[in-house]
Nanobody
Framework: QLQLVESGGGLVQPGGSLRLSCAASGFNLAYYAIGWFRQVPGKEREGVSCISSSGGTTNYADSVKGRFTISKDNSKNTVFLQMNYLKREDTAIYYC????????????????WGQGTQVTVSS
């Protein structure tokens, strides 16, 4: 059964860091692109970052460029999102998804989603 499970969210002060994980099961991440998205209640879900199947292509939304880094460890079948210099406006539920292609800033077609992990940036 194909599954994506996010973890690593939590409460952090502005300027702090978190590392999110997206663990895949039922499929091999080496053959699929993965995207990170986030959503605030009342707003549309937005793409944050993505990584190609090979890991050779990574893209970021302008709002997180220079602060977030996406990576993958195929041996662990896991994608990571390192988030540094967090801002209050980064507060959201973060989701990972299997995507057709890493196309940010263009919209990305997602096929399977994780359940999400809450990130709250507050003092």
């Amino acid at each position: 059964q194909l599954q994506l499970v996010e973890s690593g969210g939590g409460l952090v002060q502005p300027g702090g860091s978190l590392r999110l994980s997206c663990a895949a099961s039922g499929f091999n991440l080496a053959y699929y692109a993965i995207g990170w998205f986030r959503q605030v209640p009342g707003k549309e879900r937005e793409g944050v970052s993505c990584i190609s199947s090979s890991g050779g292509t990574t893209n970021y939304a302008d709002s997180v460029k220079g602060r977030f880094t996406i990576s993958k460890d195929n041996s662990k079948n896991t994608v990571f999102l390192q988030m540094n210099y967090l801002k209050r406006e980064d507060t959201a539920i973060y989701y990972c998804a299997q995507i057709t292609a890493c196309l940010l800033p263009r919209p990305m077609e997602a096929h399977y989603w994780g359940q999400g992990t809450q990130v709250t940036v507050s003092s």
